[in-house]
């Protein structure tokens, strides 16, 4: 499981450690008993192990059941309450009288994981003493052996080996053995056995793992068909369901604890990351297992938790089923994951850049950048509004960059942008999210601090053009134009959307601007037009980004 404490930015996970708070189910001690280790050597951080702080909490964001319109919500009926009568309404019960039919039904196929791996440890001979300590030199001319020996320790000890144990929990998910963990559970690991609630044991074998979802999947042989889990449909799931989480916490065997879902589509630390939040008890050795619904399906997978002790305080986190379930596909399959891949740098419409182009609503995402890829080879522009991909509509950006993940590597799919006002229909046949990454080189410009010349007043800045020797500074290309910003108004809408000196403003409404003539120009064109706000191209330290600056 993983924890999210301070250290970890407040995050503590039972995935992980849970992921971060778990301290990781692969928190490693000497082994004989394989009993979770109460003062284990901390791993890296995708290991699951952080040490749980009280302060620095960290930040989450989450997208809602119900779109955030920012819009004051309206009463159905101004005469009635809401909520009253809701559950009776609907037919739904207010509790589950018991969770022990779903226990019994789910915990066969609900197991307890076992790592082991060789360490490496310093040979205490004596009392530790730095290096050149003349401590160090006087157990010596004793003759008493310790520190300052040759050998392979960082004081010049002798090492030896020992085998360290972490525990976790995982579950079936067909009847001829492939499990279900997170990946710091079992990262590092020499050997892994998994354990079922009757107490039999097998070994099992890694098939693959995706670090990014914390996601890995294991194989056991056995001689008959095992009992497994299905997938639910985590989207189908409401805040305010009853939820159970299932797994092995601080190595006391297959426990259950309960809770509801309280919030969807948290987003913690990762460009996938579709966790639900829920405060059924998550503690160490949680992380991998299951979270169930009413069904007995499985709608997430624990990682993660919230805490300032390292301890459950009602806050954790699980992996939503239809994000894993769909790494899992691929793992059985390739070994490896295999997302598609865009090749574009986008950011969410606000309303201000809606209003800037004369969109309907704030949807979609828009394109800050097109690199050499596959969107760059169909022809998409900066400037342009991923509205549709695939057939469906795009909501945001952390929308599209889950759907093109999901979407085929080779396969060509059907893209709408809109560009000047205007849909255009685009097919674009994407690439492999991982190679891309691996093949990524260097570094963005770095900003330098320009000196004014000449400098006069827009939109509350101070901008001055961009000549060779600024663009030398900036480390930008020779032939590069816009205006570079020398100073803002405090007061001023664009100090309140962020820019700052040795910003460069490449192009204002969708056009290249070089001049300050155009960039007045720009402005009284959005003015005609009936808006109140001009679109911004801007690169700070070689990054584009687009910003709607208000005109009144």
């Known amino acids: 499981m993983t924890y999210l404490t301070q250290s970890r930015r407040g995050l503590v996970a039972s995935a992980l450690a849970l992921t971060l708070g778990l301290a990781p189910a692969f928190a490693q001690s000497p082994a004989p008993a394989p009993v979770p280790p109460a003062a284990g050597a901390p791993a890296q951080p995708q290991a699951g192990t952080a040490p749980a702080m009280p302060q620095n ?72 003493f730095p290096e050149g300590s003349p401590f160090s030199d006087l157990f010596r001319d004793f003759g008493i052996p310790g520190p300052g020996r040759r050998g392979d320790s960082p004081f010049g000890g002798p090492m030896q080996q020992e085998r360290s144990t972490a525990l976790g929990s995982g579950f079936v998910i067909s009847s001829d053995g492939f499990i279900v963990t997170n990946n710091h559970v079992i990262d590092g690991a020499d050997e892994i056995e998994i354990e079922f609630y009757s107490g039999a044991r097998l070994p099992a074998k890694l098939v693959g793992t995706d670090p990014t979802t914390d996601i890995a999947v294991l194989k056991v042989q056995a001689d008959k068909p095992l009992p497994f889990l299905k997938f639910g449909d985590s989207d189908a799931a409401r805040v305010g369901d009853w939820v159970l989480a299932l797994g092995n916490p601080l190595g006391q065997g297959l426990s259950a604890s309960s809770g509801i879902i309280s919030a969807k589509s948290r987003a913690l630390t990762g460009t996938y990351d579709d966790f639900i939040q829920t405060d059924a008890a998550i503690n160490r050795g949680n992380s991998g297992g299951p ?165 006069d007043a827009v939109l509350g800045m101070t901008l001055s053009r961009l000549t060779p020797d600024l663009a030398a500074r900036l480390r930008l290309p020779e032939n590069s134009k816009g205006l570079v910003v020398e100073d803002v108004d405090a007061k001023s809408d664009a100090a309140a959307k962020g820019l700052q000196p040795g910003d460069v403003i490449v192009e204002a409404g969708q056009k290249p601007v070089a001049t300050l003539g155009d960039l007045r120009g720009r402005v009284a064109e959005a003015k005609e037009a009936g808006r109140q706000s001009v679109l911004l191209l801007i690169r700070r330290g070689g990054e584009p980004r687009f910003l709607a600056l208000s005109i009144d």
């Open 57 to 128: 909490m960290p930040q989450t964001t989450t997208t809602p059941d119900q779109p955030m319109t920012g819009k004051v919500p309206e009463a159905a009926n101004a005469n009635a309450p809401v909520g009253t009568g809701a559950s009776q309404g609907q037919g739904r019960q207010t509790g589950p009288d018991s969770f022990a039919d779903v226990v019994a039904a789910v915990s066969p196929a609900v197991v307890n994981i076992t790592t082991t791996a060789v360490v490496s440890r310093p040979v205490q001979q004596g009392p530790a």
């Open 291 to 455: 979270l169930f619904n009413m069904q007995g399906e499985v709608v997430g997978v624990n990682t993660a938790i919230l805490s300032p002790n390292g301890g459950s305080i009602g806050i954790g986190f699980s992996m939503a089923s239809n994000v894993v379930s769909k790494v899992v596909d691929q793992l059985r399959e390739f070994g490896e994951t295999r997302r598609g891949w865009l090749g574009v740098k986008i950011q969410d419409v606000t309303p201000d850049i809606a209003n800037s182009l004369g969109l309907a609503a704030e949807k979609g995402a828009m394109v800050t950048d097109v690199p050499a890829g596959p969107a760059a080879d169909a022809g998409v522009q900066a400037g342009d509004v991923i509205t549709r991909f695939a057939g469906g509509e795009v909501a945001d950006t952390r929308d599209l960059v889950r759907r093109v993940a999901d979407a085929p590597v080779g396969e060509a799919v059907d893209v709408t942008v809109q560009r000047a006002g205007k849909p255009v229909d685009l097919k674009i046949t994407l690439g492999r999210r991982e190679l891309a990454d691996a093949d990524e080189r260097g570094e963005g410009e770095e900003r330098g601090d320009p000196q004014s010349q000449q400098g």
